[in-house]
């Protein structure tokens, strides 16, 4: 039996590298170099090509290279019958927490403004946002949100929090579906970190922005699809929305004539906002693909239904 690792435009020589260390016996291909499909039972992707897959008559499990699953469940040549498993670790959930941190204190103190004045040579002061005016809404409290929100309030911020069903965490005012325009309505800066789903498809439109604190300023850590792209311009233009910070997109990378590029007050970065490091993944990794060998239940599997 064999692992396969597949990816495009990724060098995937260090992950083979990484779950070798932890386990020197496995058999591992790299895609697309694949010498016998019919020995590979346990697939590690990233945005692979669509229905390649198809061609693994033994595939058991194909495991997400990170937190998302998007790129999995929306491939229709993965068989129902194939387990679908995603990769959480302690310094994706760190790193996300800083990020959205550090998206949230240059909003405050105007850190894009500062860099379009140094090319200018420009010198002038801009008060910064009150931290009291600054109460962060995350959409999302799954193991990402909710580090998130707790290194927030370790950092003196007020967060609220909102998900399908009502979770409790500690200093954080929770919502739920029936509460969603009440926590919109009260949030200042709003942080995306959904699932992506049928239902979440497409959240962040005008008419969500209209419900903020205006002018309000939007985080999107999640995925790009969440986002109406033509309704953030609109609302940056008509002054619903202050800025926004945008991590992911529809389109990656975001092609060189996207308007995008050309708006001082949205921040933009290439889907770094948390990247999975292989030398601390590998050992999640090997561990599932033993347990699908073995038939045990495997770890952090993926709903489905629920799509996550």
């Given at each position: 039996?064999?692992?396969?690792?597949?990816?495009?435009?990724?060098?995937m020589?260090?992950?083979?590298?990484a779950?070798l260390e932890?386990?020197?016996?496995?058999d591992?291909?790299?895609?697309?170099?694949?010498?016998?499909?019919e020995?590979?039972t346990?697939?590690?992707?990233?945005?692979?090509?669509?229905?390649?897959?198809?061609?693994?008559?033994n595939?058991k499990v194909?495991?997400?290279?990170g937190?998302?699953?998007?790129?999995?469940?929306?491939?229709?040549?993965?068989?129902e019958?194939v387990?679908l498993?995603?990769?959480?670790?302690?310094?994706?959930?760190?790193?996300?927490?800083?990020y959205?941190?550090n998206?949230?204190?240059?909003?405050?103190?105007?850190?894009?403004?500062y860099?379009?004045q140094?090319?200018?040579?420009?010198?002038?002061?801009?008060?910064?946002?009150?931290?009291?005016?600054?109460?962060?809404?995350?959409?999302?409290l799954?193991?990402?949100?909710?580090?998130?929100?707790?290194?927030?309030?370790?950092?003196?911020?007020?967060?609220l929090?909102?998900?399908?069903?009502?979770?409790?965490?500690?200093?954080?005012e929770?919502?739920?579906?029936?509460g969603?325009?009440?926590?919109?309505?009260?949030?200042k800066i709003?942080?995306?970190?959904?699932?992506?789903?049928?239902?979440?498809?497409?959240?962040?439109?005008?008419?969500?922005?209209?419900?903020?604190?205006?002018?309000?300023f939007i985080?999107?850590?999640?995925?790009?699809?969440?986002?109406i792209?033509?309704?953030?311009?609109?609302?940056?233009?008509?002054?619903?929305?202050?800025?926004?910070c945008?991590?992911v997109?529809?389109?990656?990378p975001?092609?060189?004539?996207?308007?995008?590029?050309?708006?001082?007050?949205?921040?933009?970065?290439?889907?770094?906002?948390?990247?999975?490091?292989?030398?601390?993944a590998?050992e999640q990794?090997?561990?599932?693909?033993?347990?699908?060998?073995?038939g045990?239940?495997?770890?952090?599997?993926?709903?489905?239904?629920?799509g996550?």
């Open positions: 039996m064999s692992l396969l690792l597949i990816a495009k435009n990724r060098d020589n260090p992950w083979k590298d779950l932890v386990d020197s016996n496995l591992i291909e790299i895609w697309p170099r694949v010498e016998k499909k020995r590979v346990f697939a590690v992707s990233w945005n692979h090509p669509e229905k390649v897959l198809d061609g693994y008559p595939l194909v495991s997400s290279l937190a998302g699953v998007d790129h999995l469940l929306k491939d229709e040549a993965i068989s019958s387990k498993v995603r990769v959480m670790i302690p310094s994706l959930k760190s790193q996300m927490a800083d959205v941190l998206a949230i204190q240059n909003y405050r103190f105007h850190t894009s403004r860099v379009d140094k090319r200018e040579a420009y010198w002038s002061k801009h008060d910064p946002v009150p931290k009291e005016d600054c109460t962060v809404g995350l959409m999302g799954g193991e990402m949100g909710t580090a998130v929100a707790e290194w927030l309030l370790v950092n003196g911020y007020s967060v929090g909102w998900s399908k069903s009502k979770k409790e965490i500690k200093g954080v929770c919502f739920n579906e029936s969603f325009d009440e926590f919109l309505s009260k949030s709003l942080v995306c970190l959904l699932p992506l789903t049928k239902e979440t498809s497409g959240i962040l439109e005008l008419y969500l922005f209209k419900k903020l604190q205006s002018p309000a985080i999107n850590v999640a995925r790009g699809a969440h986002l792209e033509e309704d953030l311009i609109y609302a940056l233009d008509t002054g619903v929305l202050k800025g926004a945008l991590d997109f529809e389109e990656e975001l092609p060189s004539n996207h308007l995008f590029w050309n708006r001082p007050n949205i921040m933009i970065t290439p889907h770094v906002a948390s990247i999975t490091d292989p030398n601390e590998a990794i090997v561990e599932n693909y033993k347990r699908s060998l073995s045990m239940e495997l770890l952090n599997e993926v709903d489905r239904v629920r996550y």
